[in-house]
């Protein structure tokens, strides 16, 4: 069956335009097979990234400045040969087919979601505390039912952005190169984006290249949810007042108009490392339940569907 819908689709390669195509193949391929279990390149990156960190981030440096420049080093040799190399394969579509569907993330981000709800939707919050720890790095372990919840839609709405609507978006605009500087960088972001002592000047050049290069993706992110939530007035609202109050300046607006399309209270505090942050409130004062964990997962996949047809009228207006 899956062999049959994978024709089906690959068919559309020649009879509507490419690159609406490949999107839609590459969905279609992600969300029949999600990631592989073996050798996925961005796991193999991350090694890598692991062991060039270990050598060039001195913490015995006082200088902010040198530690910075080493960071900047870090990411430039790590992303500039894959991106090279994506600049190569970009005439072939069977590269920009396998890229892409590599890069995308929406049959992982909804397989852990349902890994979250279904515990909860069983009163079995301590298996849910370790089904969320895979999705955030947030402390889990004196989590209730609520911030359990609150946490698994935090990071449907956030990661929908980096793992989907962001990739699609480079694509669009870049091609195969734009995916791979996408993805990479947002791995390093993940990976060294933190203000620890470790991370606080060698993660800044990841970091700040993340936030540039999903400042607008973020926002037609945002834009997204609120169309195709139950609430758009109340997520524009939402987006409009309180998204530029986080520290992230993408992930407020994102979270902020989810979180008002879905009509349900997200953000407030949160413990990282054992230290308790404070976030900006967002949403409606109804608090969020198991049951909206998969209204999030609903939410990105009829987003999905909304940009597929944006970029079908956009590849043929632009024709």
């Known amino acids: 069956m899956q062999d049959v819908l994978l024709n ?3 068919a559309l390669v020649n009879d509507v335009h490419p690159m609406v195509a490949i999107c ?6 992600d969300w029949l097979f999600g990631e592989p279990r073996f050798a996925h390149p961005l796991v193999g990156f991350g090694r890598m990234a692991t062991r060039v960190e270990g050598r060039l ?6 200088s902010p400045l040198l530690r910075r420049f080493y960071g900047l080093l870090a990411v430039f040799s790590l992303v500039a040969p894959p991106v090279l190399l994506a600049f190569l394969l970009d005439g072939f579509w069977w590269a920009q087919l396998a890229g892409l569907s590599l890069a995308l993330g929406a049959h992982s981000l909804v397989s852990h979601a349902r890994a979250v709800s279904w515990p909860l939707s069983l009163g079995n919050v301590r298996m849910a505390r370790t089904e969320v720890a895979r999705m955030v790095s947030r402390d889990t372990r004196e989590m209730d039912q609520t911030d359990v919840s609150r946490a698994a839609i935090e990071s449907v709405l956030e990661n929908g952005n980096d793992a989907i609507f962001a990739t699609l978006f480079w694509f669009v605009v870049a091609g195969l190169p734009g995916v791979v500087l996408h993805r990479l960088v947002n791995t390093l972001d993940a990976m060294w984006g933190y203000r620890t002592p470790r991370f606080r000047h060698f993660g800044w050049a990841a970091a700040r290249l993340d936030d540039l290069l999903n400042l607008v993706p973020a926002r037609l992110t945002a834009l997204s949810y609120a169309l195709m939530g139950r609430h758009p007035v109340i997520a524009v609202r939402e987006w409009r007042e309180k998204g530029h109050l986080w520290a992230s300046p993408n992930a407020g607006p994102v979270l902020a108009a989810g979180a008002g399309a879905m009509g349900r209270q997200l953000g407030g505090t949160a413990r990282y490392g054992g230290l308790t942050r404070a976030r900006p409130v967002v949403g409606p004062q109804v608090l969020p339940g198991h049951r909206d964990i998969e209204r999030a997962c609903q939410l990105v996949l009829r987003s999905v569907l909304f940009w597929l047809l944006a970029i079908l009228v956009g590849a043929y207006a632009l024709a």
């Not at 839609?24 to 391929?29: D, V």
């Not at 981030?57 to 006082?62: F, Q, Y």
Request: glycine fraction near 0%; hydrophobic fraction near 65%; charged fraction near 15%.
């Open 57 to 62: 981030n001195d913490l015995s440096w006082s």
């Open 8 to 10: 089906r689709v690959m």
């Open 24 to 29: 839609a193949a590459a969905l279609l391929i």
